[in-house]
Nanobody
Framework: QVQLVESGGGLVQPGGSLTLSCAAS????????TAWYRQAPGKQRDLVAR???????NYADSVKGRFTMSRDNAKRTVDLQMNNLNAEDTARYYC?????????WGQGIQVTVSS
């Protein structure tokens, strides 16, 4: 099992950048798929980006070209670099790890894009 803790959220102006980090504890982190999700008030939780255990990366269309997800298996961290942020990116962001039928979520971290 893995436990996940997000950091790096906050308030940023439109057009700005922010990097979210997710620290994982537990064994065999490299064997887990990892992802970032986000949930805005009154909306469902949506996938933002995903890196599989094999290193295959996918992005939601809404963030392609602006967000970059990376993972460091040795450090057991997963990052989300977010550039050119806009108001539609305002949400609570969640780190996720899964393997087989097991899924672990972080507690989430707020990102607010506002002038």
């Amino acid at each position: 099992q893995v436990q996940l803790v997000e950091s790096g959220g906050g308030l940023v102006q439109p057009g700005g950048s922010l990097t979210l980090s997710c620290a994982a504890s537990g064994s065999f982190f490299s064997t887990y798929n990892t992802a970032w999700y986000r949930q805005a008030p009154g909306k469902q939780r949506d996938l933002v980006a995903r890196i599989s255990s094999r290193g295959i990366t996918n992005y939601a269309d809404s963030v392609k070209g602006r967000f970059t997800m990376s993972r460091d298996n040795a450090k057991r961290t997963v990052d989300l670099q977010m550039n050119n942020l806009n108001a539609e990116d305002t949400a609570r962001y969640y780190c996720e790890a899964d393997k087989g039928g097991y899924v672990s979520w972080g507690q989430g971290i707020q990102v607010t894009v506002s002038s």
